[in-house]
């Protein structure tokens, strides 16, 4: 039989939005307080070759959605995952019980991605990306409306915020399964 969702013990959180966002930064800080593991699905499909190659115009790789979530199905079976990502639909809906998608103001988030190096088409799409809020509909699109959380990553400030809502809703989470 599958496990459903109720069989796990600890929440699985996707973490998602534009390249630049926080995701990373916002997950690892996240792992650390929950002692949840950070999945970042960028490094893991570079690290396993779960693509198909190097798309050139793009300037990234061509993710093999399949052999990705192949790689995860058993740690999000078991729960307890935070996957950081910059896409969300194609990963099965029953994986998460939390969907966070960051959001930054495109002022700041075409600096960001400048002192990244981005620059010409790979920066504008993204900051389209970003006003055009892609991730936020794709999310909403995805999965169950009540457990998309859009939080703004701006600042510092804001970082630490969205750190003590995320934190809260984890122990929370647990709490509520354990009695
Ligand atoms: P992503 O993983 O979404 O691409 P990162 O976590 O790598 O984004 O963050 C990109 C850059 O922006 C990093 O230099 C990070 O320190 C900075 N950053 C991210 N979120 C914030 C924020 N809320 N406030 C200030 N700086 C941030
Ligand atoms: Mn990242």
Redesign the pocket.
Known sequence: PTTTQAGRAKPNILVT???????????SLLAEATQLRHINVGDLVKEKGLHDGWDEELQCHILNEDLVCDELEDMMEEGGNIV?Y?GCDFFPERWFDCVVV?Q?DNS?LYD?LS??GYTGSKLTNNIECEIFQVLLEEAKASYREDIVMALQ????D??SR?LSTLTGWVNNWILDRSS
């Open positions: 939005g534009t390249p630049g966002t926080g995701k990373t930064t916002t997950s950081d910059h960051l930054t700041i960001r002192s990244r990553s701006d600042s510092l804001d970082i969205n």
